[in-house]
């Protein structure tokens, strides 16, 4: 059976991540990205949350989910953004710093942090306070065509170490 961090590419890496983070906006439906990966690999278990409304992307939600882990997957942690359309430099500071906490309380995680930005759209200043705020995490955004791509540790460039097609 493949994994989760397989089916999105993650096997390459040395260690295998011990969490996946991504965020859920309120007012986005069907999911993105790993999100939309995740619900696939869930049998659309998250799909089904939403529609009961307990997970529902609001600004600060958080939700982990451990039964993956438990399974020798990674876990995956949903942390809520907001709408769409009020997503900000601030919203994605404190969606960073809502994760740093919860990974701070969990024993040396290999993590995997998907930002909700397209690749053109994530400065380098940004990069470099992401990388120095959690090394060893890896970061991966959207191109324009879809695909999630790694960010690279050198913020000199922004072209993709690795491309995972989920279309």
Request: aromatic residues 8%.
């Amino acid at each position: 059976m493949i994994s989760l961090e397989e089916s999105l590419g993650i096997r390459s890496r040395q260690k295998r991540p011990t969490l996946i983070i991504a965020g859920a906006f309120e007012d986005q439906r069907p999911f993105q990205g790993m999100l939309a990966h995740a619900d696939w690999f869930t049998h659309g278990r998250l799909h089904s949350l939403a529609k009961r409304s307990e997970l529902t992307g609001v600004l600060g939600e958080r939700r982990l989910f451990l039964e993956m882990a438990a399974l020798g997957h990674a876990a995956l942690l949903v942390i809520g953004l907001g709408a769409t359309s009020s997503f900000d430099e601030s919203s994605l500071d404190a969606f960073f710093t809502s994760a740093k906490e919860v990974v701070a309380g969990l024993e040396s995680p290999e993590v995997v942090f998907e930002l909700p930005l397209s690749v053109k759209d994530v400065p380098k200043a940004l990069q470099n306070k992401l990388f120095d705020g959690a090394p060893g995490w890896h970061f991966m955004a959207r191109t324009t065509s879809g695909r999630l791509v790694e960010l690279p540790r050198a913020p000199s460039s922004l072209r993709p170490r690795e491309e995972i097609n989920l279309g």
